[in-house]
């Protein structure tokens, strides 16, 4: 059992840049993904991107792609979303997800086995 806690989400005028940050109860080393999902009202959860520990690869909704970064440090169990040029579309809670072992997967929130409980971001235009 893993519990995540996301912080750092909060509100800003678009263009900005925020950062959120999950700590894990357990070495983020040791699990193979370590992804971030949102959720605006009214829609279903969605991939933002994911970080994958083989290799340290990581891959993003193209959505976001070139605006979000996704790093660990595994010395502090935490992982981090930062967000840059921010629109309005961006605003959701946001997730941080885990999972432990091998998945050919990483975009679909079954693929993960343990949630935060989410941290709000809004935008305004």
């Known amino acids: 059992q893993v519990q995540l806690v996301e912080s750092g989400g909060g509100s800003v005028q678009a263009g900005g840049s925020l950062r959120l940050s999950c700590a894990a109860s357990?070495?983020?080393?040791?699990?193979?993904?370590m992804g971030w999902f949102r959720q605006a009202p009214g829609k279903e959860r969605e991939f933002v991107g994911t970080s994958i520990r083989n290799g340290g690869n990581t891959y993003y909704a193209d959505s976001v792609k070139g605006r979000f970064t996704i790093s660990r440090d595994n010395a502090e169990n935490t992982v981090y979303l930062q967000m840059n040029s921010l629109k309005s579309e961006d605003t959701a809670v946001y997730y941080c997800a885990a999972r432990r072992y091998y998945s050919s997967t990483w975009s679909r929130a079954v693929d993960y086995d343990y949630w935060g409980q989410g941290t709000q971001v809004t935008v305004s235009s």
């Open positions: 357990r070495r983020t080393s040791s699990s193979y993904l």
